[in-house]
């Protein structure tokens, strides 16, 4: 079963069903059941996108904030050499994929040095070896600073907030503060320092933010165009807000694959398998979507994300003869013919003939195909995704597939995608822990991000 549009991926579930894997995978009119079940769903995203009540629905159709985003980055590009973008979870992972599509994470050394751009770095940990080595190797004078927390409470993003400007006070290079308008912490840092604030819309989570300031000011920072990162998501979204029936909605599909995959065939582990480089991100980010999403009241299946054809060599064996208890989603590239071709005379006459006049998107074609059918082969159910090139346009729609795929299947189990509750526990616990029991949560509820 594939859906048929014209988004700039195509997606498959045919390798999922019991005529392809067998006992692991789904009867026909049993996933049609749960198909049928995300009607609901997809009328509230319809309600939603038509009242302009859900910011993640309204993103796609408004440019206006571009101009004012592409104005902070010709100055933080004409005044910057580094620019170090601190955030957790959402406030990062959106920016860190957009911003990859430029330069690829295996990379040691950003093009953009080279390209008149500033290089990007990311604090989204608080390793303090980490943070040694990071500003020890940057001049404070042309280090630019983004600073993301929607709640403006993340204690996270301000303690490096704290410690860079304790570290060059007069001397440090342009701070950018993306929060969420009125009082906060962040944001009385923001006014103390004079830092240049942008918005975050405060109804928008950090997870769901990726089309937002938080996501697409790293993005066109590193050249990403953002308006076209915008047009594929817009794309996605068209086909959820338009009449169609489920099963031509892309994301009512993957949505409903994966809570019946759990509630019927006991998958407990979804693995996100991307073969692109720039893409590898990506994983990260889906996980923390997914798992902050759907992991609520018992709940939802553990993320789990990969790289190939890394993890073929590391992870494969584990899942052919593991246990049978996960869903696969395969995202694969049109990549034969791409790449450096090997030297044709030196492979026939000593190394590898096979390889001979090969490129080496010839050998990720043929390796995304032999692992695709490798796992369904012992029965492992693959969802496979499959797109032409990882651009700013291809990514965005990638991202709002999942949304609200994320979205479609927790209304599904019956939870909030929204919230985290979870998570701002374990904050208040921490800044209680740093304050003395006694120590007032100045913060408020943190409110995720």
């Not at 008149?116 to 001049?139: E, K, M, Y």
């Not at 944001?187 to 320092?193: E, G, I, P, Q, S």
């Not at 590898?280 to 889906?286: D, G, K």
């Amino acid at each position: 079963m594939a859906s048929d549009s014209d988004l700039p991926y195509r997606q498959s579930l045919d390798p999922c069903f019991d005529m392809a894997v067998g006992e692991g995978g789904l009867d026909h009119d049993l996933f049609r059941r749960w198909l049928a079940r995300t009607g609901d769903g997809l009328a509230e995203l319809r309600a939603a996108a038509a009242s302009r009540t859900w910011p993640l629905l309204t993103l796609p159709f408004d440019d206006s904030d571009l101009a004012d985003l592409a104005a902070v980055t010709r100055h933080l590009a004409n005044t910057c050499s580094d620019v170090v973008i601190a955030g957790m979870g959402g406030s990062s992972l959106g920016g860190r994929l957009l911003a990859g599509l430029a330069d690829p994470p295996s990379l040691s050394e950003p093009a953009a040095a080279v390209s008149g751009r500033p290089r990007l770095h990311t604090l989204d940990n608080i390793d303090p070896w980490t943070a040694d080595a990071l500003v020890a190797r940057l001049d404070p004078a042309t280090t630019g600073w983004i600073l993301v927390s929607k709640s403006g409470g993340t204690a996270e993003t301000l303690i490096h907030a704290l410690a860079v400007r304790r570290a060059g006070p007069g001397r440090a290079g342009p701070v950018v503060v993306v929060t969420s308008p009125g009082d906060s912490p962040l944001a009385r840092f923001a006014d103390a320092t004079g830092a240049i604030r942008l918005a975050h819309d405060p109804h928008l989570a950090g997870r769901y933010s990726l089309l937002s300031v938080s996501g697409l000011l790293p993005a066109m920072l590193a050249g990403v165009d953002g308006r076209a990162v915008r047009d594929g998501a817009r794309a996605v979204l068209a086909e959820v807000t338009s009449a169609r029936a489920p099963e031509q909605v892309a994301p009512a599909l993957g949505a409903a694959l994966n809570v019946a995959m759990a509630e019927e065939r006991g998958v407990s582990q979804t693995i996100i398998l991307p073969y692109v480089d720039r893409l590898a991100p990506f994983a990260l980010w889906y996980r923390q979507l997914w798992a902050e999403s759907t992991g609520k009241s018992g709940k939802g299946t553990t993320p789990v994300d990969a790289l190939g054809a890394v993890d073929q060599h590391s992870q494969l064996q584990f899942w052919l003869h593991g246990p049978a208890d996960k869903l696969f989603t395969v995202i694969t590239a049109d990549v034969a013919g791409l790449g450096p071709a090997a030297d044709p005379t030196l492979a026939r006459a000593v190394v590898a003939p096979w390889l001979a006049g090969r490129t080496v998107g010839d050998l990720m074609a043929a390796e995304q195909e032999a692992t695709v059918q490798t796992l369904t082969g012992h029965g492992r159910p693959v969802r496979r995704l499959t797109i032409a090139r990882p651009d700013g346009r291809t990514v965005g729609a990638l991202a709002m597939h999942f949304m609200l795929e994320t979205v479609l299947a927790c209304r599904l189990w019956q939870v909030d995608p929204f919230s985290q509750p979870a998570v701002d526990e374990g904050k208040a616990l921490a800044r209680r822990i740093l304050a003395g029991e006694d120590g007032d949560d100045e913060s408020g509820s943190g409110g995720g991000v």
